[in-house]
């Protein structure tokens, strides 16, 4: 089985449902984990109830989706190890990512939609829709995991801390050399 793993908050930003209306179009073969609790600000409001509720049965009566709430710290390393590639379907734009930057930092290979444009290298982007997403799913087990594994270790070493502070670093040093010298 080639296995996908959706990680992080159920939330319907995060287009869980366009993961699995793509899910359902790919040929047999495929898993899918979905790990992650519910949002504790929303979840009991009548609105995500509904939405969850439908979401639940949908991947209760699927065969090939797995599904697991909250996943104590201790068990995020091997849930990642079972996954051949993390999917980040959000539906609304991103400008950080945790389950982005944990995929990285296990090498992990990962594909989202063009919600992290600018975030991320188009080669791992799609567009939000369930057929865009199913033939990046598609198109990633042939013949181009090993390129976006490349891109999660590139990833991760652009968005290492060691990084972000030479960046901190060189933006300040800059600042400081335009500025007028005060006495």
């Not at 984990?33 to 504790?40: K, M």
């Not at 090939?64 to 995020?76: A, Y």
């Not at 891109?151 to 290492?160: N, S, T």
């Not at 060189?170 to 335009?178: K, P």
Request: glycine fraction near 6%; hydrophobic fraction near 45%.
């Amino acid at each position: 089985h080639r296995v996908l793993l959706f990680f992080g908050t159920i939330d319907w930003r995060k287009g869980l449902d366009v993961l699995m209306d793509a899910f359902a179009q790919l040929p047999a073969g495929y898993r899918l984990i979905i790990a992650g609790g519910q949002p504790v600000r929303i979840k009991d409001t009548p609105t995500y109830r509904e939405w969850y509720n439908k979401l639940s049965a949908r991947m209760a009566s699927h065969p090939g989706i797995q599904t697991f709430g909250f996943i104590p710290d201790e068990d995020i390393a091997r849930l990642f190890s079972a996954a051949d590639m993390v999917v980040l379907p959000y539906v609304i734009p991103q400008r950080v990512s945790a389950v982005l930057n944990q995929a990285a930092s296990y090498e992990l290979p990962f594909i989202g939609s063009e919600a992290f444009a600018g975030h991320a290298d188009p080669l791992a982007l799609c567009k939000a829709t369930a057929e865009d997403l199913a033939a990046k799913i598609a198109w990633s087990f042939d013949g181009h995991l090993e390129d976006l594994r490349n891109y999660a270790r590139f990833y991760k070493k652009e968005h290492a801390w060691e990084r972000s502070a030479e960046i901190l670093a060189a933006t300040y040093a800059e600042l400081m050399q335009d500025r007028p010298n005060q006495a």
